[in-house]
């Protein structure tokens, strides 16, 4: 089942979150044009200065995933920190339900 992580109307911050067996802590911050994040999982440096698009999960590569993030926008807007928790949410989605939006 989807999760919302809180995220709070500020240009820059951190969240951790454990699901499952993993610890994710994350950084969101804005940039020119939107905004980006850096992930730390179980540790772990995944991804760092990655941009955040509209719809498009966080991770980028399947096979690094143990289930995923987006951020859910509507009428493709750009990701803005004054929307957050608003009209703009930060979903997780775990691996089965990766698997039905893929169709896979």
Same mark, same amino acid.
């Given at each position: 089942?989807?999760?919302?992580?809180?995220?709070?109307?500020?240009?820059?911050?951190?969240?951790?979150?454990?699901?499952?067996?993993?610890?994710?802590?994350?950084?969101?911050?804005?940039?020119?044009? #939107?905004?980006?994040?850096?992930? !730390?999982?179980?540790?772990?440096?995944? /991804?760092?200065?990655? &941009?955040? @698009?509209?719809?498009?999960?966080?991770?980028?590569?399947?096979?690094?995933?143990?289930?995923?993030?987006?951020?859910?926008?509507?009428?493709?807007?750009?990701?803005?920190?004054?929307?957050? #928790?608003?009209?703009?949410?930060? !979903?997780?989605?775990?691996?089965?339900? /990766?698997?039905?939006? &893929?169709? @896979?």
């Amino acid at each position: 089942m989807s999760e919302i992580l809180e995220l709070r109307r500020i240009k820059s911050q951190r969240v951790s979150i454990r699901l499952g067996a993993n610890l994710y802590d994350f950084r969101v911050y804005s940039v020119p044009g #939107g905004m980006a994040f850096d992930m !730390i999982r179980d540790e772990v440096l995944m /991804l760092s200065g990655f &941009r955040i @698009v509209p719809g498009t999960p966080l991770i980028p590569y399947q096979h690094l995933e143990s289930g995923n993030f987006m951020l859910i926008i509507p009428n493709d807007e750009l990701p803005d920190y004054n929307q957050f #928790g608003l009209t703009q949410n930060l !979903i997780y989605l775990s691996d089965a339900e /990766l698997v039905a939006i &893929r169709g @896979v």
